[in-house]
C-alpha cells in the first residue's frame, strides 16, 4: 500500500526512484542541497516519463498526476513525516554518515531507513545511528523506471520486519527483489560486475582485445543484454571505479584493484555516457 516516502538524493538514481514511487501512487518529497539539482531531478523525471507516454506505456494524461505527487525541498527536516525515507547520495561512507545522523534524529521512530548504496556496507552505514535495526540497504538499479531488480541487503542488526517492509516498498513499485544476508563490501551484484568490468579493462588495456569485441563477445556467448564495458559507461567509470576501490578497500582482493587505463579515464573526465566518452563516444555530431 502506497505511503509517504522521502528521497534524499535528486541524482539519476535518487529521481528515478522517486519517479517510480509517484507511478505506484506514493506521495514522494524529495530532497537535495540545491534548487539547481532539484530542477534538473524533475527535468529528468518529466522526460523520463513523456518517453513512457511516447510509447503508450503511460496515458499523457498521467504525467502532470504523477508529477503532483512528487514534492521537492532542500530541507531535510521534510523527510520527518515518511514511513520510508530512501538514501541516494554521493557513494562516499563520510557523506553517508552525516546524512544518516540526520535521519536518525529527524525520522519518525517507526521509518524504514535505507540506503541506496551499491558497495558500501550496510553496518559501516547505520553504526552512527541508535537504531541500526532500522536501517537496510535497497540497491536499485539505473535506470531505475526500466530496471526490474532492487537488492535488498541486511546489515548485521537489520531487523526482520526492516527487510520486510522494505520488500513490501520495493515490491509495490514493481520491482523483482533479491536479498544479500550478509553486507560484504559490494554485496552480490556489484562485485560481480565490478570483477567482470576490471578484466574486460584489463584485457582491453593489455591489448588482448578491442572494447567492441569484448562486449560482443559478453552479449553473444553469455547472453549479456548488454557487454561490461558499455555497462560501465552507462553506469558511469568514475562510479565503478569508486565501488570497486571500496570493495578492493574491504577485501585487499586485487582482482578489485582498478587497472591504470581506468584510472586515467576517471582523471580525463571520460565517465561514459554522461560526459559524452567513455569506452565509447557519445558525442553527438554538431
Not at 116 to 141: C, K, L, M, W, Y
Request: proline share 3%.
Amino acid at each position: 500500500m502506497a505511503g509517504r516516502l522521502a528521497v534524499v538524493g535528486a541524482g539519476l538514481m535518487g529521481s528515478g526512484i522517486a519517479q517510480v514511487a509517484a507511478q505506484a501512487g506514493w506521495q514522494v518529497v524529495m530532497r537535495d542541497i540545491s534548487d539547481e539539482a532539484l530542477e534538473r531531478g524533475l527535468s529528468r523525471i518529466r522526460q523520463s516519463l513523456e518517453r513512457f507516454a511516447a510509447k503508450e506505456v503511460i496515458p499523457a494524461d498521467d504525467i502532470d498526476v504523477i508529477l503532483g505527487r512528487i514534492e521537492v525541498t532542500t530541507d531535510l527536516e521534510a523527510a520527518a513525516g515518511a514511513e520510508i525515507v530512501v538514501e541516494a547520495v554521493f557513494e562516499d561512507l563520510s557523506t553517508k554518515h552525516e546524512v544518516f545522523r540526520a535521519l536518525d534524529r529527524i525520522c519518525r521512530a517507526d521509518a524504514v531507513l535505507a540506503t541506496n548504496t551499491s558497495a558500501i556496507p550496510i553496518t559501516q552505514i547505520a553504526a552512527v545511528t541508535d537504531r541500526p535495526e532500522s536501517v537496510v540497504g535497497t540497491h536499485f538499479f539505473s535506470p531505475v523506471p526500466m530496471m526490474k531488480l532492487c537488492e535488498l541487503v541486511r546489515g548485521l542488526r537489520t531487523s526482520d520486519q526492516t527487510l520486510e517492509r522494505a520488500r513490501a516498498f520495493a515490491e509495490g513499485i514493481g520491482k523483482t527483489c533479491v536479498v544479500v544476508n550478509r553486507d560484504v563490501a559490494g554485496f552480490a551484484t556489484t562485485r560481480l560486475i565490478c570483477a567482470l568490468v576490471m578484466e574486460a579493462a584489463r584485457l582491453v588495456e593489455n591489448g588482448v582485445i578491442s572494447a567492441e569485441d569484448i562486449d560482443t563477445a559478453c552479449r553473444l556467448g553469455f547472453g549479456h543484454a548488454m557487454g561490461p564495458l558499455a555497462t560501465a559507461d552507462l553506469t558511469g567509470v568514475d562510479v565503478l571505479v569508486n565501488a570497486t576501490r571500496n570493495i578492493y578497500a574491504d577485501t585487499a582482493d586485487p582482482k578489485f584493484f582498478p587497472p591504470e587505463s581506468l584510472l586515467r579515464m576517471v582523471a580525463a573526465g571520460d565517465l561514459g555516457r554522461k560526459t559524452g566518452r567513455g569506452f565509447y563516444s557519445y558525442e553527438r555530431p554538431e
